[in-house]
């Protein structure tokens, strides 16, 4: 019979495998909670834990064979785009059948792992988004052929990340004469190219159906993708663009994250269109609100949990 872990923690922040290194922000939250919860805090990597049924029961474990108690709180700081549905995403799943409340949910983060599966929820919900053409099994060299893409065009992986893939398309001869070059693994997206925003656009970090931090980002360059992993600059502007931040709030919404760093482009009539929302934020140490409010949002969550226990 296995032993248990004698003293569980309630709050946890479940991280990618060893010995993949932690995003800076994820190792700001997690000395964060640690001073707050103390022994009540742990960090769990994805590849420590063992989980299944025994006896009719679902069950957590470590690889050496301890049981390990379910936590109340989550925080899964594992970027959906790299979580697969067999592995990291049955780990979550489990958890939640375990009665841990996850930040975000396990459903939520699989919708925003996929770039299309998030234009689908917002669209769907009345939320303004480009235009956007995808595929299931056709070759992309048969799609670029079709009437229905127009160039210019932005073309993206469902699953990038930090720009990283992210191309302006000027024309369809472009997208014919690379077809055969790009890689098939997963589909690409094809998107109306926003020109008032080449290079610049709006981030809001929402905790709790509330805009917490916003920040323009813009490239250095002129090229196309303004994320600060690529060395775009950052202005703070919580409170300048309110229409936008409602709007960033009605985006997390629709998908279901409690937390999320909304990106917006700026449209030609002065206004805002949804560009993509990340389940699992970074943020900047000059982005000062965001830490407490991610924090009280935890303590939130846990007097619930304890009121109703």
């Not at 742990?42 to 420590?48: D, G, K, L, Q, R």
């Not at 975000?104 to 929820?121: F, I, P, T, V």
């Not at 932005?154 to 398309?169: D, E, H, I, T």
Request: with cysteine; hydrophobic share 45%; charged share 20%.
């Amino acid at each position: 019979m296995s032993s248990a872990i004698e003293a569980p923690a309630e709050v946890w922040v479940l991280v990618r495998e060893h010995p993949v290194p932690l995003m800076k922000a994820t190792r700001v939250l997690a000395a964060a909670l640690q001073r707050a919860y103390g022994p009540r805090f742990a960090v769990w990597h994805s590849n420590e834990l063992l989980f299944g049924v025994r006896d009719g029961r679902l069950v957590l474990q470590t690889l050496g064979g301890l049981d390990v108690p379910p936590p109340k709180v989550v925080l899964v700081r594992q970027t959906p785009g790299t979580m697969t549905q067999h592995r990291e995403f049955t780990l979550l799943r489990h958890l939640e059948r375990m009665g841990a409340v996850l930040v975000n949910s396990a459903d939520s983060h699989q919708r925003c792992g996929n770039k299309m599966w998030q234009l689908q929820e917002l669209a769907a919900a009345g939320l303004p988004v480009p235009d956007s053409l995808s595929y299931a099994t056709a070759p992309f060299a048969g799609v670029v052929r079709s009437p229905e893409v127009v160039a210019p065009c932005v073309v993206k992986s469902v699953n990038g990340r930090n720009g990283r893939g992210v191309f302006l398309a000027p024309n369809t001869d472009l997208l014919r004469a690379v077809a055969g070059s790009l890689a098939e693994e997963v589909p690409l997206i094809l998107q109306e190219y926003v020109a008032p925003s080449h290079g610049r656009d709006l981030r809001v970090f929402i905790v709790d159906g509330e805009p917490v931090a916003a920040q323009i980002r813009s490239s250095r360059d002129g090229s196309l993708a303004s994320n600060l992993a690529r060395g775009a600059t950052a202005e703070l502007c919580l409170g300048r663009y309110p229409e936008a931040e409602a709007l960033a709030v009605r985006a997390a919404a629709a998908l279901g994250l409690s937390i999320a760093g909304v990106d917006l482009l700026f449209t030609a009539d002065g206004g805002h269109t949804l560009c993509e929302v990340n389940a699992v934020p970074g943020w900047r140490p000059r982005m000062t609100t965001v830490l407490p409010a991610l924090t009280a949002y935890v303590d939130r969550l846990l007097a619930g949990i304890n009121a109703e226990a």
